[in-house]
């Protein structure tokens, strides 16, 4: 089975960028499609973004759209978020997951990321 | 305020059965899209429990069972256990958003 860890998260201005990885480790990662989704301090789940497998479509959650952008790097066995235009509202516990039929198999230990001055 | 709507909080014994129900719409679980449960233990990641409704991965004790009818769902967790305790989300997706959606989670206590 395949495992996920996050890296990249850190404390970043309002108005910054940070860009978050995710390796994938013991398994064929080109095949997987993927999610991102973010905690905020004391909240629920929330959904970011997804890229095909074999197909690389990718769709965003509007709260995302415009400001982050899901790519991948399969040569790598690798994962991204870039995420631009960063708010305090974007304050969360960052995780990466593998997508099954629309559900989320496995799950990275998550990134922590904190927009503040 | 989430797509799919779940209990704030349950709560129960050792070894007695709770249900966490998780209610949507037209657009997600009524539109035949599958419901699937995480359970997220303190300081943890989340982890699949339940997926399609009805199954479990491999290692997820036969206590936890999903269903779902109509637009709701439900978690049921029989013999419950200390272990047991943390968050529970469900999870479909919703064809009018064109989003995974989730519920607000909810908290189940072992008292």
Same mark, same amino acid.
């Given at each position: 089975e395949v495992q996920l860890v996050e890296s990249g998260g850190g404390l970043v201005q309002p108005g910054g960028s940070l860009r978050l990885s995710c390796a994938a480790f013991g398994?064929?990662?080109?095949?997987y499609s993927m999610n991102w989704v973010r905690q905020a301090p004391g909240k629920g789940l929330e959904w970011l973004s997804f890229i095909g497998g074999n197909v690389r479509n990718t769709y965003y959650a509007d709260s995302v759209k415009g400001r982050f952008t899901i790519s991948r790097d399969d040569g790598k066995n690798s994962l991204y978020l870039q995420m631009n235009?960063?708010?305090?509202?974007?304050t969360a516990v960052y995780y990466c997951a593998t997508v099954n039929s629309y559900y989320m198999s496995v799950w990275g230990k998550g990134t922590t990321v904190t927009v503040s001055s | 305020q989430s797509v799919l709507t779940q209990p704030p909080s349950v709560s129960g014994a050792p070894g007695q059965r709770v249900t966490i129900s998780c209610t949507g719409r037209s657009s997600n679980i009524g539109a035949g899209y599958g419901v699937h449960w995480y359970q997220q233990l303190p300081g943890t990641a989340p982890k699949l429990?339940?997926? =399609?409704n009805n199954n479990r991965p491999?290692?997820?004790?036969?206590r936890l069972s999903g269903s779902k009818s109509g637009t709701s769902a439900s978690l049921a967790i029989t013999g419950?256990? =200390?272990?047991?305790e943390g968050d529970y989300y469900c999870q479909s997706y919703d064809t009018s958003l064109s989003a995974w959606v989730f519920g607000g989670g909810t908290k189940l206590t072992v008292l």
């Open positions: 398994a064929t990662f080109r095949t235009s960063l708010r305090a509202e974007d | 429990l339940i997926y =399609a491999s290692g997820v004790p036969d419950l256990q =200390a272990e047991d």
